[in-house]
């Protein structure tokens, strides 16, 4: 997350100002990698279900790093929205909801622990990559930035997706017909309808608050301190 995801707002005034490019367009095609990963997330789903994170994660990893260099060296926005397109399906393949789903098979039924883990682990990850982006593009043009994030999740993610996640992936937990069925009634019930728009409307917030509201208080002078 904090170089596929986090990185993007910092280094968008940089990107728009040695390209030229409208920063609409920018934010465009990095909204067009969040909308691939919200749909390629239900197939991304039924993969891991069947056959385990290990080669999902794994694959999203190397699609990650592909995605980054697209976009390094994306000549004009169309490369560029290949590239985050990409993007997208990394995303989907490695951010929380295939690790929370992997966790919660492995460690059933004490999977709290584990998910509380890896939820406080990923919430540093704008702590720390933000200031690290922002850091080498001070030294870097905002392409050998991407190309040097692009090393990192490479030689990250991939070996540690590859090699640690190959645990046997247990078989889905069996449940009675009448279980399933109140489960489809669940789906269409207020509550749920309520709670699926509520989380809805907090992803929009989040994603507006790091792609648009924190870089412009940046480009206005507004520092922490």
């Excluded at 509380?116 to 919430?123: E, F, M, Q, R, Y």
Aim: hydrophobic content about 55%.
């Amino acid at each position: 997350m904090g170089i596929v995801y986090y990185a993007f707002p910092v280094l968008n005034p940089q990107i728009t100002h040695a390209t030229g490019w409208p920063a609409g367009a920018t934010t465009a095609a990095f909204s067009l990698g969040l909308v691939i990963s919200a749909l390629a997330g239900i197939r991304v789903g039924r993969i891991l279900d069947r056959r385990g994170p290990r080669t999902v994660m794994t694959a999203g990893s190397v699609c990650g790093t592909v995605s980054l260099l697209i976009v390094a060296a994306a000549p004009n926005l169309p490369v560029l929205f290949i590239g985050w397109a990409l993007a997208g399906l990394a995303m989907a393949a490695t951010f929380y909801q295939p690790a929370f789903a992997a966790l919660t098979r492995w460690w059933a039924p004490d999977h709290v622990r584990a998910l509380t883990i890896v939820t406080l682990a990923g919430g540093l990850a704008s702590t720390v990559f933000a200031p690290l982006t922002a850091t080498l593009a001070d030294h870097l043009s905002w392409r050998h930035t991407y190309l040097a994030l692009a090393m990192i999740l490479a030689a990250v993610t991939i070996p540690a997706h590859a090699l640690a996640l190959r645990a046997p992936w247990p078989e889905a937990p069996t449940s009675p017909a009448h279980k399933a069925a109140d489960a489809a009634d669940a789906r269409r019930s207020r509550p749920f309808l309520l709670l699926a728009a509520t989380f809805t409307l907090s992803s929009f917030a989040m994603y507006a608050v790091v792609v648009a509201l924190v870089p412009l208080l940046l480009e206005r002078g507004y520092t922490t301190s």
